[in-house]
């Protein structure tokens, strides 16, 4: 089959249409700054008839774009990550289970977000995720193409603080709440000093460092308390906020972790 038969790749389209490389050319597309008949197309072996209108956008550029860094609320049911992250009791990682990624699309974009910022499918590629969070809890999980973000979430995970909203049943035994903040142990090591507060009948403020698999159940369980539900919200210093749960938003450039 011929270009003629199939139309034309829109990586040669544009580089006879300049007239530059088709390198150059893949770049423009997949920059979002060519339009087919006014619609923007990133791909660049999409096929165009002859009679298509291709157009580059007046204020195409080839600089490098920064690689992206993208905040998810992740919903129960899904797996982020190493499944290794705060809470996960021990073989609670479900088969079969989607993955978290699958959830950054475009149409799950938090609206409102970066006014200005051209959403790319470029935008979904090599992510890397660092913030492992359970299969079966919800909350804040991060996915970056930035390896300087992926170094540092790599590298600190231990020692960035992590808040965590957990769901309880049962009846907290006497001096219960005293003991999730100082003296109990897991998997046979003391536990240092943890920021837990009542948040209202049923729901414990959790503030820690280095969380193990499994280590909040454990710890509720140790003082007559079952998790129901657990929902991270705030990684070091970047918070969940009014993120809906399953739609994602850009890191800005003056967010630190």
Request: charged residues 20%.
């Amino acid at each position: 089959m011929t270009d003629a038969d199939n139309g034309m790749r829109l990586a040669k389209r544009l580089a006879a249409q300049l007239p530059c490389s088709r390198a150059m050319a893949e770049q423009y597309i997949e920059g979002g700054w060519v339009s087919v008949d006014g619609q923007c197309v990133e791909l660049p072996g999409a096929r165009v008839a002859a009679h298509q209108r291709v157009e580059l956008a007046a204020d195409a550029s080839l600089l490098a774009q920064p690689p992206i860094t993208l905040l998810l609320h992740k919903p129960p049911g899904y797996e982020a990550g190493l499944g290794a992250g705060s809470g996960e009791p021990q073989g609670s990682r479900s088969q079969g289970a989607p993955q978290a990624l699958a959830l950054l699309q475009p149409a799950r974009h938090q609206a409102g977000d970066a006014p200005g910022m051209r959403v790319l499918l470029r935008h979904f590629r090599a992510l890397e995720c660092f913030t492992p969070l359970p299969t079966p809890a919800s909350g804040l999980v991060v996915y970056t193409q930035d390896r300087r973000i992926a170094r540092k979430l790599q590298e600190d995970i231990e020692t960035l603080e992590q808040e965590c909203i957990v769901e309880v049943s049962g009846q907290i035994a006497e001096g219960g709440l005293a003991r999730l903040c100082h003296g109990l142990s897991f998997n046979g090591r003391p536990l240092p000093p943890i920021k837990v507060s009542w948040q209202s009948e049923n729901r414990l403020r959790f503030a820690l460092k280095g969380i193990r698999p499994g280590q909040i159940p454990a710890m509720c369980q140790e003082v007559g308390l079952t998790v129901l539900a657990l929902r991270r919200i705030r990684l070091g210093r970047i918070p969940l906020a009014r993120l809906p749960e399953g739609q994602w938003r850009y890191l800005q450039g003056w967010e630190r972790f």
